[in-house]
């Protein structure tokens, strides 16, 4: 398996402008997790899914922010319009169920986001 | 609302040298307890992982163990090396449900 995937690895844009980051969680992986991780706040949950059906998104910011998991092999994060506040790397994880095998966590390589 | 701390935030140590990194989490009814290192501009690996009901795991000159009585966990590792400079981050999940809750991390830097 080529572990979780994410893209793009890098994104500038400019304020104001829709961004959308993306990524392919571990086949047979019925979690899926997306965190923020900056200097000042460290890594924040933002929102997970269990099997493609969000469960808590009480993390997210604010109505700027949206993510969509549409199949059990592709997740969205959207954020619209961007600030410059966004700016941060944006980590997809994902995990088996428990008890079902090794039910750790595995991490994408992250999107490094910069809002100007 | 569990919280994770971790203590020291930034360690340097000399090659060789065995140290310590420390975790304490507020709540200890935890479902198990994961460390990860983090590699500059890098993703997350986990380098171990803990169940509840265990004290102990091992990998290589890596060992973590867990109090869950008293709210800690520790990861030893025996024989520093220059790469093993990296961030430690430790994170405990409170149900087999629920997400990671993570700590700030522990930049560790070893001097050759």
């Known amino acids: 398996d080529a572990g979780v995937i994410q893209s793009p690895r890098h994104e500038v844009t400019e304020m104001g402008q829709e961004v959308t980051l993306r990524c392919k969680p571990i086949s047979g992986h019925d979690y899926l997790f997306w965190y923020r991780q900056t200097m000042m706040r460290g890594l924040e949950l933002l929102i997970y899914?269990?099997?493609?059906?969000?469960?808590?998104d009480s993390g997210m910011p604010e109505d700027r922010f949206s993510a969509k998991m549409p199949n059990a092999s592709f997740s969205t994060l959207k954020i619209q319009p961007s600030e410059p506040r966004d700016s941060a790397v944006y980590f997809c994880?994902?995990?088996?169920?428990?008890?079902?095998?090794?039910?750790?966590?595995?991490f994408g390589s992250g999107t490094r986001l910069t809002v100007v | 609302k569990q919280e994770v701390t971790q203590i020291p935030a930034a360690l340097s140590v000399p090659e060789g040298e065995n140290l310590v990194l420390n975790c304490s989490f507020t709540d200890s009814a935890i479902y198990n307890l994961q460390w990860f290192r983090q590699d500059p501009g890098k993703g997350l690996t986990s380098l171990l992982l803990i169940q509840s009901s265990q004290r102990e795991q091992t990998s290589g000159r890596l060992n973590a163990s867990l109090d869950k009585s008293s709210g800690r966990s520790t990861l030893y590792i025996a024989a520093s090396q220059p790469g093993d400079s990296a961030t430690y981050l430790c994170?405990?999940?409170?149900?087999?449900?629920?997400?990671?809750?993570f700590g700030k991390g522990t930049r560790l830097s070893v001097i050759a």
């Open positions: 899914f269990n099997n493609n059906v969000p469960i808590d």
């Open positions: 994880a994902s995990s088996s169920v428990p008890g079902e095998g090794h039910y750790g966590y595995t």
């Open positions: 994170a405990v999940r409170d149900s087999g449900n629920t997400p990671l809750v």
